[in-house]
């Protein structure tokens, strides 16, 4: 069983950045595929980022076409922890943000892919 354990939201102006972290339970965090998710109110939760492990301290990044150039996944296997920099924030980036995570090490991008899930941080961006 994985737990994971989000933070880092909160209230921002347009323009601004925040920075998200998930922490996450279990032995063999280096391997997992760890993905960011964000669900506005009465909208479905949609994809914003993964990564998957590659090879040694490699790791591939897949981003939304929305956030591309703005926000960056990255993870610490040391501290089990993933990572979401997310810069230049705009008013349409607010959203309940969850983090997920999934042991068979392949991406994915769309929620059913995932066995874990956080219970999310609320990102509010203002304009």
């Known amino acids: 069983q994985v737990q994971l354990v989000e933070s880092g939201g909160g209230l921002v102006q347009a323009g601004g950045s925040l920075r998200l972290s998930c922490a996450a339970s279990g032995r063999t965090f280096r391997s997992y595929a760890m993905g960011w998710f964000r669900q506005a109110p009465g909208k479905e939760r949609g994809f914003v980022a993964a990564t998957t492990w590659n090879s040694g301290n490699i790791y591939n990044a897949y981003y939304a076409d929305s956030v591309k150039g703005r926000f960056t996944i990255y993870r610490d296997n040391a501290k089990n922890t993933v990572y979401l920099q997310m810069n230049n924030l705009k008013p349409e980036d607010t959203a309940n943000y969850y983090c997920?995570?999934?042991?068979?090490?392949?991406?994915?991008?769309?929620?059913?892919?995932?066995?874990?899930w956080g219970q999310g941080t609320q990102v509010t961006v203002s304009s």
């Open positions: 997920a995570a999934d042991d068979s090490n392949v991406v994915k991008t769309t929620t059913q892919g995932y066995d874990y």
